[in-house]
């Protein structure tokens, strides 16, 4: 199991925990990605908006990236934190 903690914005010190297989992130017409749970672990994958998300200080491409323990993603102005619960 994982989780997403919000560190910044309105939302900030929030916890979503990581329970379906889809989980969509986002703010829609603006910027949206979605993380999905696979056998092999976590992958954000980008969905909508012109920029593509940042995941530690790196912008992705269009194709799905692996997420590991602590990984910082930036999302539609908010920095959220992965968090992979053994």
Same mark, same amino acid.
């Given at each position: 199991?994982?989780?997403?903690?919000?560190?910044?914005?309105?939302?900030?010190?929030?916890?979503?925990?990581?329970?379906?297989?889809?989980?969509?992130?986002?703010?829609?017409?603006?910027?949206?990605?979605?993380?999905?749970?696979?056998? =092999?672990?976590?992958?954000?994958?980008?969905?909508? $908006?012109? #920029?593509?998300? !940042?995941?530690?200080? /790196?912008?992705?491409?269009?194709?799905?990236?692996?997420? =590991?323990?602590?990984?910082?993603?930036?999302?539609? $102005?908010? #920095?959220?934190? !992965?968090?992979?619960? /053994?």
């Amino acid at each position: 199991m994982a989780a997403v903690q919000i560190l910044t914005g309105p939302s900030a010190g929030k916890e979503l925990d990581l329970v379906k297989n889809l989980t969509t992130l986002g703010k829609p017409g603006l910027q949206v990605a979605v993380i999905t749970r696979r056998p =092999q672990g976590y992958f954000i994958t980008h969905v909508e $908006g012109e #920029k593509f998300p !940042v995941i530690n200080g /790196k912008i992705i491409d269009a194709q799905a990236k692996s997420l =590991q323990d602590h990984d910082v993603i930036e999302l539609a $102005g908010v #920095k959220m934190e !992965v968090f992979i619960k /053994k």
